[in-house]
C-alpha cells in the first residue's frame, strides 16, 4: 500500500491542478469561479505542498540496512568457519528455484563452499498458494534430516519440481535407504509444519516475497549480517558479490 500511494497522490495532482489554475484565472478575470480566490490559492498552497512532500519521498534513499539473521538451527553445508555466509530461502515446487540449483548451486558449491571460503545455510519460503506441494516438501526436508539426510533429498527436491507428490517422496526416501516408515509418518503427520512457518515468517520480516531469495555477507556467531538478493540469479552475480567480501 506505501508504494501505490504516491502514485494514486501524483494522478491526483495532475488532475486537480489544471482545474484549480482554471478557477484561478476566472476568478482574476471577473467571472464566477465556484470558490474565490482565496479559497483557491488556499487550495493551491496545499497541493504544491504535498506535492514537495512527495517529490522528498521519491529522493533516492541511502544504502539499505544490513540484514541480520540467526541461522541456529537451520541446516548447514560447509565449514562452520568460514568467513561468509549464503541464505537460501527456497521453494522446491518454484522453477526458479530449480533453476537456480541446476544451473548455478554447483559451481557455487565447488568454488567457494567445499573450498571453506562459504557456509551454506537452506531455509523455507513455500509459496503454497501456488504450488500446492511445496509445503509437503519443505516438511519433508525436515523428515529426511531427523535420519541425517537431508542435503540428499535437498539436491533431489530440488531438480525435480514435478514430482514432489507423496508417493515421489517415498520412493525418494526408499532409494536414500530411510526407515521409509518413519519417514512417511513425518511427512503425514506435518510434524515440522511449524517450523517451516517459522521460516516463512522471517523471510517476511526481511522483505523477502519471492523464491528463490537469498542473504549473502559476514559470519557471525549468531549467523550472518548480509544484503538481500532476490531471484535465480546468474553465477556471475553471486561470484561477484561473494569475492567482494573477505573469503581468504
Known sequence: ?????PIAMCATLALLLPGMHAQVAAAGAGQEPGITRQQADQILQELRQIRQL???????????AKIKMNLE??????????PVTMVEFTDYQCPYCQAFHTQTFGELKKNFIDTGKV?????????????????????????????????????????HPDKLDLASLLDDAEFLKLDV???????????????????????MRIGSDGTPAFVV??????GIEGDLLVGAQPYNTFDLKLRSLDTK
Open 119 to 159: 557456509r551454506f545455510y537452506s531455509r523455507d519460503l513455500p509459496l503454497d498458494s501456488m504450488h500446492p506441494d511445496a509445503m509437503r516438501a519443505a516438511e519433508a526436508g525436515r523428515c529426511a534430516a531427523a535420519q541425517g539426510q537431508f542435503w540428499k533429498l535437498r539436491d533431489i527436491m530440488s531438480h
Open 181 to 203: 516408515t518413519a519417514f512417511r509418518a513425518c511427512v503425514v503427520s506435518e510434524r515440522y509444519k511449524n517450523d517451516v512457518q517459522a521460516d516463512m515468517m522471517e523471510a
Open 54 to 64: 512527495l517529490e522528498r519521498q521519491q529522493q533516492p534513499a541511502g544504502p539499505p
Open 217 to 222: 555477507g559476514k559470519s557471525t556467531a549468531e
Open 73 to 82: 538451527g537451520a541446516q548447514m553445508l560447509g565449514s562452520k568457519d568460514a
Open 1 to 5: 500500500m506505501k508504494s501505490l500511494l
